[in-house]
């Protein structure tokens, strides 16, 4: 076993115990917690790939940013401890073994095709490639983004608005 | 690298687009609430300008931004549905504002910034590029579908829009993904011969994962289920668009990987077979027993994709690919025109804070308001697929089509459904002008000239082209051909 | 990639160890050294005056909301700037005007946002005012 493989399977490891912890977990905090660690254990995935700038990236915007978004919602709901409901007898006895299904299919076609599939030339992404990348060759969708964000805020402020209580 | 001139023009609908919106966002804090009306005013300009400005694209056809957006013939014909749905919505949704006390701004700008997104799928060359377009439209439309934030259900339509779009996001970037690992890029007309198997399985998953987040974003079966209640909850302006602009953007993103990417076809063909049967029994036969006309159309709508999926699917039959992208862009055309003349009368009619949308409350409208029952009858006439209107037309090109590239069962059960559809769609009409009108009396506002003049060009629109559509179903074929 | 690759992730490894490493000894340390006898009294907000009454977690005012999501969107568009002073120089005029151009769209967004007074904490969140 390689040093890599060790790697990816620590962090793999932790990353699926952090999702199911967090669907498991009843108090949203928690869940939120759970959350960061799935987030710290892909950007080690992605720093195991090469891809130092979006692992980075990982960091500042989902482990930190978007977090303090979830623990914001969390705290502006009060939202104390979970309670169960009875989950619809559909999803229960169809649904969930079909999606069990589904995830096994899909494991098992990708373990099939990527089995036998030559292991990629070694190349190392670096921050360099990426930018000539998105600042030469992808200058279109890197100006669209601009306006998916200008979207984003003028959803936030028509949903989260107050209105005056006059 | 610098940036010819020649790429600004290939992309010029959606700068005016963005420019517009901007425009309206900086006013929208500044113009009293009093004045709101400007903004509509301009935004409906640049929905105008917008159609103007596709002469740009189409004096410089070809691919723009090292290839990731291509302005040719097809796009372009897309880029004139969503550019006129966007026109006509912003158009006719402004006395719906005005009543709902909702903001006029935020409203506009949101529609145009949702419009420069369809027109980016429609002309999109690569996945990633196609993404943003795609979430630039259907962002905006979430917000749109809870833009009444008091009233509970169109906050739920939102929530309930919000989430599973999402999931299907999430399968449509998946997709993406697993095509980028078989083929080593995202670009679309670029595909590169594969390599071995695996890579061959890779793309196969990755397009099975793309198409069903399209299907999702169109609303087929069985990706259906959120429409109805997005469709009812929404305010109906909303509705008019989200069942016309994302879906004719999302229908022309399909059509482009279909034609680019020729491992799609032989995998997609049962997929969109299915899919076809599927939406057009789902949606004629939950639509029999609806009692809200707002619901209704949702499952309309639903069985319409349907029919277009069959105009999908004969594409992907390979051999008269041209006839069956023609037929599923002439049916955009008409449908648009349609449905959005149809939920535009719904919100009209449904009175303050639509209230009267059941379709027991359209009891009687002939008498109270003539020109309105004579517009959406005519409306439900060609979703139906009478004769004389575009509807009919529509169909006729999506049958024939099928029947060329003998798919003789699909043509059948197409058939078959229009024939259950009719139960539907004549009883609003039967209730309209032969039922007694309720017991209280429903106030029969006047209807705002700029209303007015939206359905007039809708009604125009269906008759005319139902009666002359060559020039239509022409530059739709041409469109068709230009992307072999 | 190859184990040397690897390797020169080490440090930032070792780095990772000894933050966790002290934080758990101190928390191990404090609780092993210190005593404690909790009752009643002590672990009331004030030992004495008045009695406390009902949730100490007050719902959050939806402002904080407003701020947070304003700030995960100009974090987005601050992360690009990276990339982009990475090749800055190469890049020369071109790189210049696009990130003008993408600065001064968001702009537009922020201007928006200051005249709504959504950046004003005293006021409503948004004002609005009404037609009539």
């Known amino acids: 076993m390689t040093p890599q493989i060790a790697v990816f399977l620590v962090l793999a490891a932790m990353a699926v115990a952090g999702a199911v912890s967090l669907i498991l977990q009843r108090h949203p905090i928690h869940s939120a917690l759970s959350l960061i660690v799935v987030m710290v254990s892909l950007a080690g995935l992605y720093l195991l790939l090469g891809a130092e700038f979006i692992a980075a990236v990982q960091i500042i915007v989902y482990g930190g940013a978007i977090m303090v978004l979830f623990v914001f919602v969390i705290m502006l709901l009060n939202a104390g401890e979970e309670e169960r409901t009875n989950v619809s007898r559909m999803a229960r006895f169809v649904g969930v073994p079909l999606g069990v299904m589904f995830l096994l299919e899909v494991a098992y076609w990708i373990a099939r095709a990527t089995s036998h599939l030559a292991p990629p030339a070694a190349q190392l992404v670096s921050t360099r490639d990426l930018s000539t990348l998105l600042f030469r060759e992808y200058v279109f969708p890197f100006e669209l983004t601009s306006f998916l964000i200008l979207i984003a805020l003028l959803g936030a402020l028509v949903l989260a608005r107050r209105e005056d209580s006059d | ?26 006013l929208a804090p500044i113009v009293p609430r009093a004045r709101h009306g400007i903004l509509s005013t301009i935004s409906v300009l640049g929905a105008g300008i917008a159609l103007a400005a596709t002469r740009f694209p189409a004096m410089y056809p070809g691919a723009a931004y090292s290839g990731l957006f291509r302005a040719d013939a097809f796009s372009l014909f897309v880029h004139w549905i969503v550019c006129g749905a966007a026109f006509l919505v912003i158009l006719g949704s402004t006395s719906y504002l005005q009543r709902e006390d909702l903001d006029a701004g935020e409203f506009c700008a949101l529609i145009l910034l949702a ?24 962002i905006a439309s979430y917000i749109l579908a809870s833009y009444k934030r008091d009233a509970p259900r169109s906050n739920e339509a939102g929530m309930k829009y919000f989430l599973l779009g999402s999931f299907a996001t999430a399968f449509f970037l998946y997709g993406i993904a697993l095509f980028f690992g078989a083929s080593g890029s995202t ?11 695996s890579a061959r399985t ?8 793309i198409f069903v987040g399209l299907a999702f974003k169109v609303a087929a079966a069985p990706f259906h ?3 109805p209640d997005v469709y009812e909850g929404a305010p109906a302006p909303v509705t008019a668009l989200l069942s016309t602009g994302p879906k004719a953007a999302t229908f022309a993103l399909a059509l482009r990987i279909l034609a680019d ?36 159309l949702a499952y309309s709508s639903v069985a319409h994709a ?16 041209e006839a069956g992208i023609a037929a599923a862009l002439f049916y955009l055309v008409g449908y648009a025109l ?26 009687g409208v002939a008498r109270r308001q003539p020109a309105m029952a004579a517009c959406l009858s005519l409306f439900l006439l060609s979703l139906l697929g009478l004769p004389v209107t575009v509807g009919f037309l529509g169909k006729f090109y999506v049958f024939n089509a099928a029947l060329e590239s003998n798919l003789i069962w699909l043509a059948i059960l197409l058939g078959l459904n229009s024939v259950i559809a009719a139960y539907y769609y004549l009883r609003v009409i039967v209730a309209m002008y032969m039922l007694r009108e309720p017991e209280q009396e429903i106030a029969a506002e006047p209807v705002p000239w700029t209303l007015s003049l939206v359905l007039w060009i809708a009604s125009m629109g269906t008759v005319y082209i139902g009666l002359f559509p060559a020039r239509v179903i022409g530059f739709a074929a041409k469109a068709a051909l230009n992307m072999r | 990639m190859t184990g040397n690759d690897l390797q020169s992730y080490a440090p930032l490894l070792l780095h990772l160890t000894l933050a966790m490493a002290l934080s758990g000894v101190l928390v191990l340390l404090s609780s092993l050294v210190g005593w404690r006898r909790p009752s009643t009294t002590k672990s009331q907000p004030y030992e004495c005056g008045i009695t406390p009454t009902g949730d100490a977690r007050e719902p959050f005012s939806v402002k904080f909301y407003l701020v947070a999501m304003v700030f995960i969107l100009f974090d987005v568009e601050a992360i690009f700037l990276y990339p982009w002073a990475y090749i800055f120089r190469e890049l020369r005029w071109f790189g210049f005007v696009e990130m003008i151009l993408y600065i001064g769209i968001l702009l537009v967004g922020y201007f928006y946002l200051w005249k709504k007074g959504a950046l004003d904490w005293n006021r409503p969140a948004v004002r609005r005012d009404r037609a009539s």
């Not at chain 2, 790429?7 to 963005?18: F, H, M, N, S």
């Open chain 2, 115 to 138: 419009t420069a997104g369809m027109g980016i799928m429609a002309g999109a060359q690569e996945l990633l590029t196609a993404f943003i377009g795609l979430e630039m439209s259907s």
């Open chain 2, 1 to 26: 690298m610098s940036l010819p001139l020649q790429d600004l023009c290939r992309v010029a609908p959606e700068i005016v687009l963005c420019a517009f919106a901007m425009l309206v966002m900086l």
């Open chain 2, 338 to 363: 349609v449905q959005l003349g149809a939920f535009l009368i719904v919100a009209q009619l449904g009175g303050p804070g639509e209230r009267h949308v059941e379709i027991e409350d359209f009891a």
């Open chain 2, 187 to 197: 670009r679309l007309d670029m595909m590169t011969p594969l390599a071995n198997d």
């Open chain 2, 261 to 296: 990417v020729g491992a799609a076809s032989p995998l997609w063909f049962w997929a969109l077979w299915v899919a076809a049967v599927l939406s057009m029994f789902a949606g004629n036969l939950a639509a029999l027993v609806q009692t809200s006309l707002k619901r209704m």
């Open chain 2, 202 to 209: 890779l793309l196969k998953m990755g397009l099975g994962f």
């Open chain 2, 225 to 227: 289920l959120w429409a």
């Open chain 2, 306 to 321: 349907g029919y277009i999926l069959v105009a999908l699917a004969t594409a992907a039959a390979t051999d008269h690919a």
